[in-house]
Every structure is written in structure tokens, then in C-alpha cells.
């Protein structure tokens, strides 16, 4: 089984089609090419290292809240 996790665009590369995005405290760079557009503050699904679709914010951060019911991601505010 595959999980793909949201989390929040903070920087786009338009030339090189990636995006930063940040989860838990943590700015990895993804690839944008699966996705027809997207815009600093889209909160997007990511899986190996592409951002699948974007998603609603409030889906994103009911998803993300049950994650951290399961003890995966720390509280807000928390060190990472």
C-alpha cells in the first residue's frame, strides 16, 4: 500500500517545474510535472517525490491531524 502525504507549497521553480514544500518542520523539493498548476500556499498530495494533486486545505489538514493521532507527526508547535 502507497501513502501520499500532504503538505504546504511555500516556494515554486517555475524554470526546473519543482516546488518546496514543508511537512513537520521539514522542506523537501518535488516535482510539479504530474500537475496542471499550482501556487505557493496549495497544500498538494506528494509520493515519491512528485506532488500528485492539490487538495483542499481543510482535507489536508484533517488528514494531517489524523496522522498525528497515529503518533507519525508531531503537534503544531513541537520540535520537529
Known amino acids: 500500500m502507497c501513502l501520499a502525504i500532504p503538505a504546504r507549497i511555500t516556494a515554486i521553480d517555475h524554470a526546473s517545474d519543482t516546488a518546496e514544500v514543508t511537512l513537520d518542520g521539514v522542506a523537501r523539493s518535488v516535482s510539479l510535472a504530474l500537475l496542471d498548476s499550482a501556487e ?19 482535507e489536508a489538514e484533517r488528514t494531517l491531524e489524523t496522522i498525528r493521532e497515529a503518533g507519525l507527526l508531531a503537534a503544531p508547535g513541537d520540535a520537529p
Open 40 to 58: 505557493v500556499g496549495d497544500y498538494v498530495l506528494i509520493h515519491v517525490g512528485y506532488a500528485l494533486n492539490r487538495i483542499d486545505p481543510e
